[in-house]
């Protein structure tokens, strides 16, 4: 029990600091206009520069979006790992504004207060089948698409808007 409540609070830290240092560098441009209900359904990554809650993803990363209301998405999130196949359960929420910025929590419900317990969700562009997301400091960054392979007009369309966009020293990798 104590072990859990020490891993929890470094956990809580971690991403609490993270938020902090994000918030002196410019932010990127979201989608001035998206709703739950467009983001709902299957989306699989087709590349990504890593983040801390799918730190231990290989390949396959598959996240299903469920509508619970107008402004949740539960996320079920299934990927492979060195142990197999792992699968994590949280929820994301659409901001006040009604654009891009959205706010994604992999934490329990008992920590949904704290502010360490979300982390960005930003859509970034959005296009037919496929999204980039990000968040506010530039340190994550995922193509998404509705298909397990992007075609090559999607593909070559995110890496001309990633390389104008984003910092060169952020490698996007292929999953």
Same mark, same amino acid.
């Given at each position: 029990m104590r072990r859990g409540l020490v891993r929890l609070?470094?956990?809580?830290?971690?991403?609490g600091s993270g938020?902090?240092? $994000?918030?002196?560098?410019?932010? @990127?441009?979201?989608?001035?206009? #998206?709703?739950? #209900?467009?983001?709902?359904?299957?989306?699989?990554?087709?590349? =990504?520069? $890593?983040?801390?809650?799918?730190r231990r993803c290989l390949s396959d990363t598959r996240h299903s979006l469920v509508r619970r209301s107008d402004r949740t998405l539960e996320v079920?999130?299934?990927?492979?790992?060195?142990r197999g196949v792992e699968r994590r359960r949280g929820f994301l929420?659409?901001?006040?504004?009604?654009d891009g910025r959205l706010s994604m929590r992999y934490a329990p419900l008992v920590l949904s207060w704290a502010p360490a317990a979300w982390s960005d969700f930003w859509v970034l562009d959005v296009g037919e089948g496929w999204?980039?997301?990000g968040d506010r400091g530039r340190r994550f960054l995922a193509v998404w698409s509705r298909t397990?392979?992007?075609?090559?007009?999607?593909? $070559?369309?995110?890496?001309?808007?990633v390389s104008?966009?984003? @910092?060169?020293? =952020?490698?996007?990798?292929? #999953?």
């Amino acid at each position: 029990m104590r072990r859990g409540l020490v891993r929890l609070f470094v956990l809580a830290w971690v991403c609490g600091s993270g938020a902090l240092a $994000g918030a002196q560098t410019s932010r @990127p441009a979201v989608v001035p206009r #998206i709703a739950a #209900i467009d983001l709902a359904g299957d989306w699989y990554e087709a590349a =990504t520069s $890593g983040s801390f809650a799918l730190r231990r993803c290989l390949s396959d990363t598959r996240h299903s979006l469920v509508r619970r209301s107008d402004r949740t998405l539960e996320v079920r999130t299934a990927c492979v790992t060195n142990r197999g196949v792992e699968r994590r359960r949280g929820f994301l929420e659409g901001g006040k504004a009604g654009d891009g910025r959205l706010s994604m929590r992999y934490a329990p419900l008992v920590l949904s207060w704290a502010p360490a317990a979300w982390s960005d969700f930003w859509v970034l562009d959005v296009g037919e089948g496929w999204m980039v997301v990000g968040d506010r400091g530039r340190r994550f960054l995922a193509v998404w698409s509705r298909t397990v392979a992007l075609d090559e007009s999607s593909r $070559g369309r995110d890496v001309t808007f990633v390389s104008a966009t984003w @910092p060169v020293n =952020t490698p996007v990798l292929p #999953i």
